[in-house]
Every structure is written in C-alpha cells, then in structure tokens.
C-alpha cells in the first residue's frame, strides 16, 4: 500500500495499491487493530497514491498520480465496503498531469497537481463531486510541484508543501467553508518559504510531508535526498513558527531543522497533542520518534529513539500513525 486513511469511525481502513491500480477497504479489529480485507475495485486511474474519506463516511476521493484523474467511490454504510466507481474527474492535459493528493476540506474537495502546478477546489455534494468544474484554481510559478496540503485546525489557512522547489507556502482560507484565497503565481511566490537553510543547495532534493501542529503554532516538513545515491545526511524534519498579525495575516519563520536519522523520510506525523513526533525513513526501513516541546514547537534531538520493525516499513508505520 502507497497511502492509508481510516474512515471517521476507525471502524475502516482504505489503502491504496499503487502498481496494481486499486483500492482496498479493510475492517479494523477494535482490540488488536488486525486488518480483515472487505473487498477491491478498480482505482480507475494510474498509480493511485492518496485517500481522503468524507467525515460521514459516504464516499471517498483517490488521487492518480500518473493518469492524472481524480476518482470518487462510495462507501457502503452496513459494511464500509467500496461500492462501483461513482465519478472520475480528470485534469487536462492529461500527460502533464500528476494528482498528488484531493483533500476534503469543509465544502470543498482540495487537489493538488504536482505536474500542472495547480491547487483546485470543487464544490461537494453529499455523494462526491458537485461538479467537474473548479470553484478556485491557484497557478503556482512553474516547477513549484505541489504535491500535500493541510488546513490549520482552525481553518484560517492551510499550508501546501511543495516537493520540487523544496517549500511551503501559506493559503490564507475560508474557516467556514475551506475555501482558499485566490492567488497568481507571484503572490503564491511572495507567500513561499524554503525549508532549507539559506547556505543549502536544494539540488536532489525534494519535500516530502507537511503537518501542522494541533495548537496551530507550528508547521514541520520532511526533506528526502532523492540523488541515485542517497546521502541519509541530508534527509530531515524542518520547523517554521507562525506567526500573527491581526487581522488574519499570517508568516512562517524556520526556527529548526533536524536530521531525520535515516534515508528519505517519507512521512511523519505528530502524536499525543503534538508532543511526539514520529517518521518513517522508507529506504532504511526504520521508525525514528522524537519528543517535541509543544509550547515553542522544537523538537530534543537527545530524545531520539530509533526502531527497524520485522513488517513492511510502509504499512506497520501507517497503522502506528493513522491510529492515533
């Protein structure tokens, strides 16, 4: 599996298999978290890589990486199974295309396309997809390559990691509805910051995953080396703090970045109301779990503890951070 998502119950598991073209629903045992397989359909695109489930468990949406469509399945309320293809959305051209991620965000399902350099919304409705036509579409400057977004908990705006120009940008938004300011490529430019430091070359690298902290005060993004050969040390966790400037204006500033003790950190996530910190380095197949100091965001370094589990590095990981 390339991504996992629970349904808003934990009650079910949806993994997406990448090189088969398909998704998956599993029941989740409540005791020991053991995954039964329900059923498998089509994913009706290339290499799907990203689920995001509706918060009342109707449907879900699947990001194609390669075919550069976007797939809508319902879900069957008695048993959590993934019922036949209800809609597909694609982006044009279609060879250029390359969803990344479609978040569901209040009102409005949030793509990112990592080969147009767009960030889309559109309109949902209680069964998918309103209409096939965006509501708001950002142009981010060419090679920008917006691959994640996450929406502070508070709704006031949502950070879009971008994997190619190593960095993230800050979207003021909509609390009510999830809808984004509109932007053109040079205030989406104006509003980016690196995650790098100043002295780094950027060069093989690209940014991985982005969470916001549960307080709002903290955005932490992951760097991978993605050169023929990996060079672990300059894989790592950057930490921007936000600040804000009333009315609704917001900046980041970097305040930390630290090695991820392993190569290519392709996911994290932040445990226990932001105390913990948890990754997984995919080519070492290892866990490296952090403390982190939730009043100014940083993360101890002494506190590093690093594990090599038996099972596949990507699903053992998911379950571990998707549970909590």
Not at 131 to 144: E, F, H, K, M, R
Request: proline residues 7%.
């Amino acid at each position: 599996p390339s991504w996992l998502s629970y349904s808003a119950d934990f009650k079910y598991v949806y993994a997406t298999l990448e090189y088969a073209n398909r998704v998956q629903a599993y029941e989740v045992n409540p005791n020991s978290g053991a995954l039964r397989l329900i059923n498998s359909v089509p994913s009706m695109g290339g290499s799907p890589c990203f689920i995001s489930v509706d918060p009342l468990n109707r449907f879900l949406l699947v990001a194609n990486y390669f075919s550069g469509n976007m797939t809508v399945l319902r879900i069957d309320s008695a048993t959590g199974a993934l019922m036949p293809t209800q809609q597909v959305l694609s982006h044009t051209p279609a060879a250029s295309s390359h969803l990344h991620a479609a978040v569901i965000q209040n009102k409005y399902a949030t793509v990112m396309d990592k080969g147009l350099d767009t960030i889309s919304q559109y309109l949902l409705s209680d069964t998918g997809i309103a209409s096939t036509d965006p509501v708001n579409v950002i142009n981010a400057p060419a090679g920008t390559g917006s691959t994640h977004i996450k929406f502070h908990p508070d709704g006031k705006f949502a950070i879009s990691l971008n994997a190619l120009s190593v960095s993230v940008t800050l979207i003021p938004a909509d609390p009510d509805t999830g809808l984004l300011q509109p932007m053109d490529a040079t205030t989406f430019a104006a509003n980016t910051y690196s995650t790098l430091m100043e002295a780094e070359s950027n060069v093989d690298i690209t940014s991985a995953e982005v969470v916001i902290s549960p307080n709002g005060n903290y955005v932490y993004a992951s760097n991978r080396d993605v050169s023929k050969n990996p060079n672990p040390s300059r894989s790592s966790i950057s930490v921007f703090a936000v600040t804000e400037d009333p009315p609704n204006s917001f900046s980041l500033t970097l305040v930390q970045k630290v090695s991820s003790l392993g190569n290519y950190p392709r996911y994290f996530q932040l445990l226990n109301g932001g105390s913990d910190l948890v990754l997984v380095n995919q080519l070492d197949n290892t866990f490296v779990s952090y403390e982190v100091n939730p009043v100014d965001g940083l993360i101890d370094t002494n506190s590093a503890v690093i594990s090599k589990p038996k099972s596949p590095a990507l699903l053992q990981p998911s379950y571990t951070l998707f549970q909590q």
